[in-house]
């Protein structure tokens, strides 16, 4: 999430700002060496993980590949169709 307010609290990372397509403001997060992520939207009453065992830490394409899986929780939570590209 380059450019959006972010700040922390004593365990996770906090959104200081919705994500267009997915968490809301107030979210928690938090990832791992290995690629992996979680995180907790209470406003929205979501919680996701994504895990990999893939290194260097912050690859590209599991990065991709998680905001992918992320909006498409979003979607179906929120009933939108998904395409498939």
Same mark, same amino acid.
């Given at each position: 999430?380059?450019?959006?307010? $972010? $700040? =922390?609290?004593?365990?996770?990372?906090?959104?200081?700002?919705?994500?267009?397509?997915?968490?809301?403001?107030?979210?928690? +997060? =938090?990832?791992?060496?290995?690629?992996?992520?979680? =995180?907790?939207?209470?406003? /929205?009453? %979501? +919680?996701?993980?994504?895990?990999?065992?893939?290194?260097?830490?912050?690859?590209?394409?599991?990065?991709?590949?998680?905001?992918?899986?992320?909006?498409? %929780?979003?979607?179906? %939570? /929120?009933?939108?169709?998904? $395409?498939?590209?």
């Amino acid at each position: 999430m380059p450019g959006m307010t $972010k $700040k =922390w609290g004593l365990s996770f990372l906090i959104n200081g700002a919705a994500v267009p397509g997915g968490r809301a403001a107030g979210s928690l +997060a =938090w990832a791992g060496l290995m690629n992996t992520y979680f =995180w907790l939207d209470p406003a /929205s009453g %979501v +919680a996701g993980v994504f895990m990999t065992q893939i290194l260097p830490f912050a690859d590209r394409i599991v990065l991709d590949a998680f905001d992918g899986f992320e909006r498409a %929780v979003y979607a179906v %939570v /929120s009933g939108q169709n998904l $395409k498939r590209a």
